[in-house]
């Protein structure tokens, strides 16, 4: 395990040639690849599996290619770049090193292209994907045009960057791995802090460390949630850092909160600025949150805090952030990327909030690491929920260990939820269940950060071409 203080970028990434991306169908993968191409790099990569967004890259241009093998490694790459998910033992990277290559992790390079312009970076435990996605849609309203790579599909494309025209980049920083310390940005967000990616830091103290380092190398200002009691007390060290909050001790508030099952309004209430309304087509107090960081973050862009609340009205989620993959009059169906207790915990606030007769959850936790460590806050978190599915653990290449499998978070949920839980063997298995469980009135919520999703369009496909009375 890797102390996150002590990481450092290589010395020998490369600033134009040939590049060759491991895993390159990942959303954060594939944003990197085309701003790389951006930059002048010549960008080729591969991935065990396709889907949108390899196929939205072959369509920008992009060589993708099945697969692992060390015949994609040829003598005239200048790097090669991989995602964090893989293995060093895969024959590419062995290739890389015989031929003396330079192997570099996706959340290195993605920083080194942060130092021309201005640059805008996203971090944090919960909400970075969204409030990136905003940030950007308020941006681009606005006329600047932004160069963007997020963590996140903006639409059914499988699109999860843009290539501006001006010199303003906007990037979601991952900590999962603790590359966060190597941004350098002109603004820092961090949208909260919550010990998180027990499968790289040994301690609460470690993960914090590095979003401490982080916030100290912003080289502007540094916007920062002041209702996490943890990111509160890094950004009391950064001079000159704007809060923003439901505190009324932020420096940028939400009041008069007026929640929605179709979104939510509030007050934009911000020091010496008249109150502002706002209207989101996005339900959840969470995402007043993100909401307040993106305004806050396009402001210390130029964009005036009246103009960019104006301009979320039109926002759309990102993918799986209370997708609605199915409505009709009798069930909807619902795709959420949620894996942490605090994430479940905002998905259930909007589901209630659809005021449907019953909702059944099919939960995939992601992550035995995870599991182990925070399984007996799940049950709480699924307080709402009329009858929930367990899947099996997505390892997200991680083995198995003692206390971390479904079983195990089961232990959890026999001592303390008041619903009715089943547990699946596999997929297939849980898909048998809901279909036996699903009536109308239901709300169906999919959660999951694995491969869970293909779950929700299954669901979605079967209610519309099947009466489920």
């Not at 169908?25 to 930059?39: C, D, E, F, I, T």
């Not at 104006?310 to 169906?333: A, I, Q, Y």
């Not at 599991?371 to 978190?381: K, Y």
């Amino acid at each position: 395990m890797q102390d996150a203080s002590k990481s450092k970028a290589p010395s020998d990434i490369p600033e134009g040639g040939n590049i060759h991306m491991l895993g390159i169908g990942g959303v954060g993968m594939a944003g990197l690849a085309m701003l790389l191409r951006s930059q002048g790099f010549d960008v080729s990569g591969c991935d065990i599996s396709g889907g949108r967004v390899t196929e939205w890259l072959r369509r920008e241009g992009i060589s993708v290619v099945s697969g692992h093998d060390a015949s994609h490694i040829t003598s005239d790459l200048s790097c090669v770049v991989r995602s964090a998910a893989i293995a060093p033992e895969e024959p590419e990277i062995c290739r890389a090193r015989e031929l003396g290559i330079p192997v570099v992790k996706r959340g290195v390079m993605l920083p080194s292209r942060l130092k021309e312009g201005t640059s805008l970076a996203v971090s944090g435990t919960h909400g970075k994907t969204t409030t990136a996605a905003m940030t950007v849609h308020i941006l681009s309203e606005a006329g600047r045009n932004p160069t963007f790579c997020i963590g996140g599909e903006i639409d059914m494309e499988g699109r999860v960057a843009g290539i501006g025209d001006e010199g303003l980049l906007v990037v979601e920083a991952d900590e999962s791995d603790g590359t966060l310390v190597h941004y350098h940005p002109t603004v820092g967000v961090i949208t909260n802090v919550e010990f998180d990616h027990m499968e790289h830091f040994k301690d609460e103290d470690e993960f914090l460390e590095c979003f401490a380092r982080f916030a100290a190398q912003v080289r502007g200002c540094l916007v920062a949630g002041i209702d996490s009691p943890l990111c509160r007390g890094i950004a009391e060290g950064i001079g000159g850092a704007r809060t923003f909050g439901f505190s009324e001790q932020a420096d940028v508030r939400a009041g008069n909160v007026r929640p929605g099952a179709e979104g939510v309004a509030f007050e934009l209430l911000a020091r010496g600025e008249p109150a502002v309304a706002v209207r989101l087509r996005v339900a959840g107090s969470h995402n007043v949150l993100n909401a307040l960081a993106a305004i806050t973050a396009a402001n210390e862009c130029g964009v005036d805090m009246s103009e960019a609340a104006r301009h979320l009205e039109s926002f759309h989620p990102v993918r799986r952030r209370f997708e609605v993959v199915f409505k009709s009059e009798d069930v909807t169906v619902v795709s959420d990327y949620a894996h942490h207790p605090t994430e479940i915990a905002a998905v259930m606030e909007a589901a209630v909030l659809q005021s449907r007769k019953r909702v059944i959850a099919v939960f995939q936790p992601h992550r035995y690491t995870r599991t182990l460590a925070l399984g007996s806050a799940f049950p709480d978190a699924f307080s709402g929920v009329d009858e929930l599915i367990l899947v099996p653990v997505y390892p997200a290449s991680e083995k198995p260990i003692s206390g971390g499998t479904t079983k195990d978070l089961a232990v959890h949920f026999r001592r303390s939820f008041k619903k009715t839980f089943h547990v699946a063997e596999s997929l297939e298995e849980s898909w048998d269940m809901l279909r036996g469980l699903v009536t109308p009135g239901d709300l169906v919520l999919i959660i999951g950060a694995g491969d869970i999703e293909q779950l929700a369009f299954r669901a979605a496909g079967h209610l519309q071409g099947e009466d489920i009375q």
